[in-house]
């Protein structure tokens, strides 16, 4: 059965340097999308990033990028120059494209971010 | 732009109570879901539906079952509340299979946080 690790359950950085949230996942498919989700405090979860298995070049959105290592079956998130904004809990999710529909989210990390 | 709604944000019930969650999307999505998401647990799936009238057990289905009639609404049920159902329950939909490389991205809904005393 597919699985997602977050071995980091809260991490803290100070405004403007940069931190990368680890993520690792276990399965036997080929294809398949990873995500990174941002929920921040009392509010509603949001995507980060996608990331296509079959896709070697590793996604960008602005300050978030990720480092995607297919044959470790690693996924981190690194985000640049942080802001008090994202202080948030982050969920590396798993989804495969055959079968069935279903996600499988990790346990999350904490994200605190230093004035 | 897209919206998942959920129909309270907070709710308290007490043990032995029929509980209704309600979820509605705007996006015309195949997929919806409902999560229950616990400190250190992460998001763990209830139940989840690919289509109207169409349902599939997920990870936790024990103590909850599901309605969807039409589709954009999927309600949650907890036919006899517990304690250990107190919890923040959250509602998500997303694109289906068909079209070829859909991003597949989950819309969340604000959740639910139920407390059953």
């Known amino acids: 059965a597919q699985t997602v690790t977050q071995s980091q359950p809260e991490m803290s950085v100070q405004e403007a340097e940069t931190v990368t949230l680890s993520c690792t996942y276990d399965?036997?498919?080929?294809?398949?999308?990873l995500f990174w989700y941002k929920q921040p405090p009392s509010r509603q979860m949001i995507l980060v990033i996608r990331?296509?298995?079959?896709?070697?070049q590793n996604a960008t959105e602005n300050r978030f990028s990720v480092n995607f290592q297919k044959a470790a079956k690693s996924f981190s998130l690194k985000i640049s120059d942080s802001q008090l904004g994202d202080a948030a809990m982050y969920f590396c999710?798993?989804?495969?494209?055959?079968?069935?529909?279903?996600?499988?989210f990790g346990t999350g990390t904490r994200l605190k971010v230093l004035a | 732009d897209v919206k998942v709604t959920q129909s309270s944000r907070y709710l308290v019930k007490r043990t032995g109570e029929k509980v209704f969650l309600e979820c509605v999307q705007d996006m015309d999505h195949e997929n919806m879901f409902w999560y229950r998401q616990d400190p250190g647990l992460g998001l763990r799936l209830i139940y989840f539906s690919y289509d109207v009238k169409m349902k599939e057990k997920g990870d936790i289905p024990e103590g909850y079952s599901v309605s969807r009639e039409k589709k954009e609404r999927f309600s949650l049920i907890l036919e006899s509340a517990s304690t250990n159902q107190t919890s923040m329950y959250l509602c998500a939909s997303s694109t289906g299979t068909g079209t070829w490389r859909r991003n597949y991205e989950q819309y969340f809904g604000p959740g639910t946080r139920l407390t059953v005393t």
């Open positions: 399965t036997s498919e080929s294809d398949y999308y």
């Open positions: 990331q296509e298995a079959y896709k070697q």
């Open positions: 999710a798993y989804r495969y494209l055959s079968g069935t529909y279903k996600y499988i």
